[in-house]
């Protein structure tokens, strides 16, 4: 039995129909750039997860470029993150400037741990970009209680988190700063993206909610940060050739936003379908050597990935090829390892926890069309190794 490691075209087959009318009304009404479709989605995305508003942008890089921006790191600022991630987390950081510094994660959810972070800050610390990695929710408590006390300003990536929720202690940022214009309370039990200052979210094809090319989104609790980045997004104006901050092009197509709005009322059942196969995983995968990924009560996965650690990693992973299952490597190598941070001298052996998890890690396939049958093959398949 095949078990692609992610097959798209299911999804797309399934909503062909309705995709193509959406898109077709688009083209007819030649909106093109943001318009009305791409405000629509970001109502009903903002309503979705639980955020006072959302502003769609162009990937989801570039809400984390724009993030950066309206934080104001600069030169000679430090901003801190995890190195098992995505490279997108920091080009933002690189893009004004600072300068990332890798601090460890946590073995059984691959997240940034919070006391590395604290031990990481430095007088020149400005920012820390948290990655709800895989789908995981972060340790927020502890990770805005140390930006609090160093007055960092937070961003969470949640490319890989959409519909997760944080069900933590409320966190100190909400509580905490009246002083700050613009601030929603919101209730225990926060969508990921609203308790640090800025939250940015991915809808690249492979992601949990994704679009048919490229595309993102900000969010913040913080209005005058919604505003700013909703000046930004349009070359720095709120007036058209009249431009108050440096800007950029950072809008969606109106083909995304549209092709979005098929697709969001599914995400829900789409999760649903993630976190079913995952506690099959979780309940079937009996293997001496395998490590299954944490599930802390802080906040349940969206499960973006199934990512176990196994000692001889490639050699189940052969394995698994045999039995015509596909698995990938998500990340081979941390970002303090990669040639382009060569300049920043963070050598192997620094940061042990994420190296180790670069060298154990082997994903599974968990997007939401496959079968149980699919499911049960993979544990066989694992569990006769
Ligand atoms: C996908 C992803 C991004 C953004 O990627 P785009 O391809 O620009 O949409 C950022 N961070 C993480 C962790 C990601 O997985």
Not at 39 to 67: C, I, Q, Y
Not at 285 to 305: C, E, F, K, M, N
Request: glycine share 8%; charged share 20%.
């Amino acid at each position: 039995m095949k078990v692609p490691f992610l097959d798209l075209s299911l999804q797309h087959r399934a909503l062909r129909t309705e995709a193509l009318a959406a898109l077709t009304a688009t083209y007819d009404a030649n909106r093109f750039c943001l318009g009305k479709d791409v405000e629509d989605f970001e109502k009903a995305f903002a309503a979705t997860l639980g955020h006072p508003r959302a502003l769609a942008m162009n990937s989801g890089t570039s809400p984390l470029h724009v993030a950066c921006m309206i934080a104001g790191f600069a030169p000679g600022d430090e901003v801190i993150t995890t190195p098992f991630t995505f490279i997108s987390t920091v080009w933002g950081v690189c893009y004004v400037g600072a300068t990332p510094v890798f601090a460890d994660i946590e073995a059984g959810t691959f997240n940034l741990d919070p006391a590395k972070l604290a031990a990481a800050i430095t007088s020149r610390t400005k920012g820390v970009i948290v990655v709800h990695l895989f789908g995981q929710p972060a340790r927020m408590d502890e990770i805005m209680a140390v930006a609090r006390r160093h007055n960092l300003f937070v961003i969470e990536d949640c490319a890989q988190a959409v519909g997760a929720r944080y069900l933590g202690a409320r966190p100190p940022s909400v509580a905490d700063e009246p002083e700050r214009p613009g601030a929603v309370a919101l209730p225990r039990g926060v969508p990921v993206g609203a308790i640090g200052d800025a939250g940015t979210f991915s809808f690249y094809p492979t992601k949990n909610l994704g679009g048919c090319g490229e595309g993102g989104a900000i969010v913040s609790r913080r209005e005058e940060i919604h505003t700013r980045a909703r000046h930004i997004r349009v070359h720095g104006s709120d007036r058209r050739y009249y431009h108050d901050i440096i800007g950029g092009n950072f809008r969606m197509d109106g083909f995304q936003g549209a092709l979005l709005n098929v697709k969001l009322p599914h995400l829900a059942a789409w999760t649903a379908r993630r976190q079913a196969i995952a506690a099959r995983y979780l309940a079937g995968i009996r293997l001496a050597d395998v490590t299954l990924p944490a599930t802390p009560d802080y906040g349940a996965s969206v499960w973006h990935q199934f990512t176990l650690r196994h000692p001889r990693r490639d050699a189940l992973r052969e394995h698994l090829a045999k039995y015509e299952i596909g698995t990938d490597l998500i990340y081979p190598v941390p970002l303090h390892r990669q040639a382009c941070f060569a300049h920043l001298g963070q050598p192997e052996g620094s940061l042990p926890v994420a190296e180790k998890a670069c060298a154990t890690c082997l994903s599974l396939p968990i997007f939401p069309e496959l079968t149980d049958a699919q499911v049960e093959h993979v544990i066989q398949a694992i569990n006769s190794y």
